[in-house]
Structures are given as structure tokens and as C-alpha cells.
Antibody, heavy 120, light 107 residues
Framework: QVQLQESGPGLVEPSETLSLTCTVS????????WSWIRQPPGKGLEWIGY???????NYNPSLKSRVTISVDTSKKQFSLKVTSVTAADTAVYFC??????????????WGQGTLVTVSS | DIQMTQSPSSLSASVGDSVTITCRAS??????LNWYQRKPGKAPKLLIY???SLQSGVPSRFSGSGSGTDFTLTISSLQPEDFATYYC?????????FGQGTKVEIK
């Protein structure tokens, strides 16, 4: 059974960098895309971007200038960095595995989510 | 961007009712449409992929249909554990987008 677990600070100060890591267990990190999705309080889901196990990435254009997603296959982890955060970046952040094939992609395994609050 | 619009935004139903949620894309997305269930404090759960394929382990009372711009998720006999928020998501474009969600509440 594939399991994903997010980790990282729950509180980030405005203008700082939000950093989260997702650890994958139960399956290989290779041959899949791995994604980050977030949900602000009271709002819907927003796809942030994905990283392929090879390191190639694709980001939501609305966040592209501030987001970096990277992968460390040796540790079976992938990470998210969001720079220059504001209160609008306060959200529950989910990591997820992407399955399917071009262009029919879907998120079949998700982490439990971690709340990140941007506040001083 | 491909905009995904769900209707209704919320609905009230009773256990045993049949429920249908609609998702409309701002342009044709063929059948590249997925459905998720989200309960408070829980991770979203994949229900349907490619418009009508049931994810392994998901009860058969869930079904999906549609193609092009109009899609539906149907729950044939609502169970207590089905009260949740449902989201559609498209992967046709390189910018993957979700609908705004439909909250299914107990009547």
C-alpha cells in the first residue's frame, strides 16, 4: 500500500519561504509524477505543480515564479518550496502520486495534508 | 486556463437517495475528467478517473459519465459515509484544474 506523509513547519512568517517534504513508502518513487495540491481555508483545491522522478517539472502558472518542486529518489522524498509567502498562501498542503498516462492523469494516492499558516 | 464549474454548490439529500453532481468544462476536455471525495480532516479520495472508470475499492454505487464539456457523478443510493464534498478535476491541459466543489449534506 502506497503511503505519503507531508512534513514541515506549520507556521511561516510573511515574506519567508515555505518548505515541505513528502516521504513516499510502500512503492518505488520511480516511474511516476509526484504532485503538490493545496486547499486554503473554506476554499477549493488548487494544483501547485508536479515533479517527475527524473526531475522534470510542471507548475501552475499562477505560482510558477515562487514555486520549486524537487525530488530525491534515494530518500524517496519530494519537496515543495514557495518563496515570498503571504497570508494568501495559508492552506492545507497535500502531496499526491500522479497516475495515468498522457493526458489522462489523476491523483490516486494522497498524504493526509498539513496545515501551513502564514503569520507573524 | 480551463475552468471547471460544478453544480450545485451544495445539496441536501437523505440516505438512500440518488444524487447527481454536474461538472462543466469551459472547453472540450474529451474524457480526461476525474472525481474526488473530500471529508473534513481526511485526504481527498479518488473515485472516478477518465470520466467513467471506477477506482479500485470504490463502491459501485458511484458512477461517472460524460465527455467533451459535460460530466456527471452519480451516487445511486446515498450512504451515511457519502456525506462529503466532491470535486472534479481535468488533466486535458498542462494546467490541471479542479471544480469549486459540491457539498453533499444530510437532509
Amino acid at each position: 500500500q502506497v503511503q505519503l506523509q507531508e512534513s514541515g513547519p506549520g507556521l511561516v512568517e510573511p515574506s519567508e519561504t515555505l518548505s515541505l517534504t513528502c516521504t513516499v513508502s510502500g512503492d518505488s518513487i520511480s516511474s511516476y509524477y509526484w504532485s503538490w495540491i493545496r486547499q486554503p481555508p473554506g476554499k477549493g483545491l488548487e494544483w501547485i505543480g508536479y515533479v517527475y522522478y527524473s526531475g522534470s517539472t510542471n507548475y501552475n502558472p499562477s505560482l510558477k515564479s515562487r514555486v520549486t518542486i524537487s525530488v530525491d529518489t534515494s530518500k524517496k522524498q519530494f519537496s515543495l518550496k514557495v518563496t515570498s509567502v503571504t497570508a494568501a498562501d495559508t492552506a492545507v498542503y497535500f502531496c499526491a502520486r500522479v497516475n495515468g498516462g498522457n493526458p489522462n492523469y489523476y491523483f490516486d494516492y494522497w498524504g493526509q495534508g498539513t496545515l501551513v499558516t502564514v503569520s507573524s | 486556463d480551463i475552468q471547471m464549474t460544478q453544480s450545485p454548490s451544495s445539496l441536501s439529500a437523505s440516505v438512500g437517495d440518488s444524487v447527481t453532481i454536474t461538472c462543466r468544462a469551459s472547453q472540450s476536455i474529451s474524457r480526461f475528467l476525474n472525481w474526488y471525495q473530500r471529508k473534513p480532516g481526511k485526504a481527498p479520495k479518488l473515485l472516478i478517473y477518465a470520466a467513467s472508470s471506477l477506482q479500485s475499492g470504490v463502491p459501485s454505487r458511484f458512477s461517472g459519465s460524460g465527455s467533451g464539456t459535460d460530466f456527471t457523478l452519480t451516487i445511486s443510493s446515498l450512504q451515511p459515509e457519502d456525506f462529503a464534498t466532491y470535486y472534479c478535476q481535468q488533466s486535458y491541459s498542462t494546467l490541471w484544474t479542479f471544480g469549486q466543489g459540491t457539498k453533499v449534506e444530510i437532509k
